[in-house]
């Protein structure tokens, strides 16, 4: 597609389960972020790829988060055994890497009950 | 770490009239781009201009224009000519060049453009 796609549009679960979260971005996209957003407040960096790796994971709050892109373009956040603090918009972003200009996805809306 | 700082929750203004948004952002860094993006209640968030520091000349597009004054580290927006499709949330954020391009965003700013 034209643009940066995510899915679910929204999910609700229940406290303890395990969530999977997937972004696909623009083609040809090498860089791809992972952002979080709370009611009211500005996107929170989480991670950030360059290719297939990790090239900087320092904004995941802990241990039950994490994302991978094995192929370097389609990437998913999963996080293990669900918290109602993590009740947000998880924003999904890709760049290529030279203009630094970030599109954004529409975001996939986590509630947790 | 570098922050960003939006001072106003909340602003309003009228149909065709001009409003600024206020930022302010602390680095210690010189090399680094900031932004305003918009998200509307899509949820998607749009880049609206975009100022490289290295250039001191104000960035503008179309009815968008910055004030940016790299000494007192202040990136305001400018909107002129205000649409009832510009409401919605503002957010200013800071890229530092070279360390992965990870964007830092103030809280934000609701614009409402009332008839």
């Known amino acids: 597609g034209a643009g940066v796609s995510q899915t679910p549009s929204n999910k609700v679960t229940e406290k303890g389960k395990y969530v999977e979260l997937r972004c696909d971005p623009i083609?040809?996209?090498?860089?791809l972020y992972w952002y979080r957003q709370s009611l009211g407040q500005g996107p929170e960096f989480l991670i950030y790829?360059?290719?297939?790796?990790?090239?900087?994971d320092s904004g995941l709050p802990n241990d039950r988060f994490f994302a991978v892109r094995p192929e370097g373009s389609v990437s998913t956040l999963k996080i293990q055994r669900t918290e109602r603090g993590d009740s947000a918009v998880y924003l999904c972003a890709s760049s290529h890497h030279r203009t630094g200009e970030l599109f954004f996805g529409e975001g996939s809306r986590l509630t947790v009950l | 770490a570098q922050t960003v700082t939006q001072s106003q929750p909340e602003m309003s203004v009228q149909e065709a009239e001009t409003v600024t948004l206020s930022c302010t952002y602390d680095t210690s860094e010189n090399n680094y781009y900031l932004f305003w993006y918009k998200q509307p209640p899509s949820r998607q968030m749009i880049l609206v201009i975009r100022q490289e520091a290295y250039k001191q000349q104000n960035a503008t597009e179309n009815r968008f224009s910055v004030n940016f004054q790299k000494a007192a580290k202040s990136f305001s927006l400018k909107i002129s000519d205000s649409q009832l499709g510009d409401t919605a949330m503002y957010f200013c954020a800071f890229m530092l060049l070279n360390s992965g391009y990870a964007l830092n965003f103030g809280k934000g700013t609701s614009l409402l453009v009332t008839p």
């Open positions: 083609s040809g996209h090498t860089a």
């Open positions: 790829f360059q290719g297939t790796g990790a090239a900087d």
